[in-house]
Structures are given as structure tokens and as C-alpha cells.
């Protein structure tokens, strides 16, 4: 019940395209879904996340995508760039306190100039 | 604001010796550290939380006589990687939760690359 499944391992977009990545969860008590992006060497920073009370959010190129009923949420990236490629994390979270995060496996996207 | 500034961020020892890797909380008071570890083109796996002047909770398979963690004040933590073998090299990934911090979330460090030889 602690899972977040995280789909595809690897994506590659042409500059200008869409990325988008899938992540689908089994604890209906997590209620905080963000979205990580890491470059190589680095920690993950993180990049836009989204509660189950609204069904979409948006921050500039970047859009979560929430379905509550299926249990599962996506990251939309708009006009990709080659400086997005990166590998991107989902993750849940219960809103308690210490509460830990739980990761998908990661997808790493590759944009083609 | 939410910086967590991770050190050092690659560091190289002998087999057999200790190394600390220290994680500060620069605006905001880290009442709850996480330490990770990353292995290449995987995901993040949580090796431990610790609270402030509490003893770390560690996960199952993750020995706490070699992975000692000390969160001793609201903006500092140290993991030391005791006797440290090639195995243990690895991406060591710190992760601060605490007040105040916008949005919630956990800020991480940049990482550190440990390598031993």
C-alpha cells in the first residue's frame, strides 16, 4: 500500500514537444502528490506538486494532471526543452508530521535539440 | 528560502576509515532530517529519519552501527559512514522537513558522492 508506480523508466521528446509521465498509487491516505526533477550529481528539487482536492495544477510549462477516482496523477511538460532533461521523481506523502515521502522509480527524459 | 546546504558534496576515502557528511538547514529549523541513499538510475531509498535530540528511527536493513546519525540542533545533521567498504560508496541525499517552510514539501541537499577505495 506503500507504492507509487512510476511509468515510463526513460522518455525521449523532441524540443517543443510534450513530455509526460504517469505515476498511479495504492494508499488512498496519501494526500500530497509532488513532482521532483534531479539532474545528474545533484538532489532532487522540487518542482510542482498537487493536493487530491483539485484535479489540476498548473506552473508554467509544467502541469500535474490528478485523478482521484483512478488513483493516479501525471506530469505534463509543455514546449520541452533540452534543459529538462533530467530525471523526474513522483512521490506521496501523508500530511502528518514526520511523515515520509514515498517515491516512484523515476523516469529519466532525454530532450532532442 | 528552504535551503539545505549538503557537505561535502564528493569525497573519496580509504577502506576501513570513517567519513561524515553534515546537512544544514540555512532559513528554517529542521525538526525532522532524512538521510537517502541513491544508487545509479535508481530511485531514492530512505536509510533513516531522525527528529531533533531524538535517536534516528533507521529502516530495516540498514545498519545503524555503520550509518550513525546525529541531529543534535534544528539546523545540523551528520551521517557517518563508519568503516566504510566499497559497497558503501554510493549518493548520500539529506532531506530537511521544519518550520517555516514554503511549500510543504522536503528540501534536499545537493548530495554527496561517496566513493571507497
Known amino acids: 500500500q506503500q507504492q507509487v508506480k512510476q511509468s515510463p523508466q526513460s522518455l525521449i521528446v523532441q524540443k517543443g514537444g510534450i513530455s509526460i509521465i504517469n505515476c498511479a498509487y495504492e494508499?488512498?491516505?496519501?494526500?500530497?502528490f509532488p513532482w521532483y526533477q534531479q539532474f545528474p550529481g545533484k538532489g532532487p528539487a522540487l518542482l510542482i506538486a498537487?493536493?487530491?482536492?483539485?484535479s489540476e495544477k498548473k506552473e508554467g510549462r509544467f502541469t500535474i494532471s490528478f485523478n482521484k477516482s483512478a488513483k493516479q496523477f501525471s506530469l505534463h511538460i509543455m514546449d520541452s526543452q533540452p534543459g529538462d532533461s533530467a530525471t523526474y521523481f513522483c512521490?506521496?506523502?501523508?500530511?502528518?508530521?514526520?511523515?515520509?515521502?514515498?517515491f516512484g522509480e523515476g523516469t529519466q527524459l532525454t530532450v532532442n535539440p | 528560502g528552504a535551503v539545505v546546504s549538503q557537505h561535502p558534496s564528493r569525497v573519496i576515502c580509504k577502506s576501513g576509515t570513517s567519513v561524515k557528511i553534515e546537512c544544514r538547514s540555512l532559513d528554517f529549523q529542521a525538526t525532522t532530517m532524512f538521510w537517502y541513499r541513491q544508487f545509479p538510475k535508481q530511485s531514492l531509498m530512505l536509510m533513516a529519519t531522525?527528529?531533533?535530540?531524538?535517536?534516528?528511527?533507521?529502516e530495516q536493513g540498514v545498519e545503524k552501527d555503520k550509518f550513525l546519525i546525529n541531529h543534535a540542533s534544528l539546523t545540523l545533521s551528520t551521517l557517518t559512514v563508519t568503516s566504510a567498504h566499497p559497497e558503501d560508496s554510493s549518493f548520500y541525499i539529506c532531506?530537511?522537513?521544519?518550520?517555516?517552510?514554503?511549500?510543504?514539501?522536503?528540501?534536499f541537499g545537493s548530495g554527496t558522492r561517496l566513493t571507497v577505495v
Open positions: 512521490a506521496a506523502l501523508k500530511e502528518t508530521s514526520g511523515s515520509r515521502l514515498t
Open positions: 531522525s527528529n531533533e535530540g531524538s535517536k534516528a528511527t533507521y
Open positions: 494508499n488512498t491516505a496519501f494526500d500530497y
Open positions: 498537487i493536493r487530491p482536492d483539485v
Open positions: 532531506s530537511a522537513m521544519g518550520t517555516p517552510q514554503r511549500p510543504y514539501g522536503y528540501t
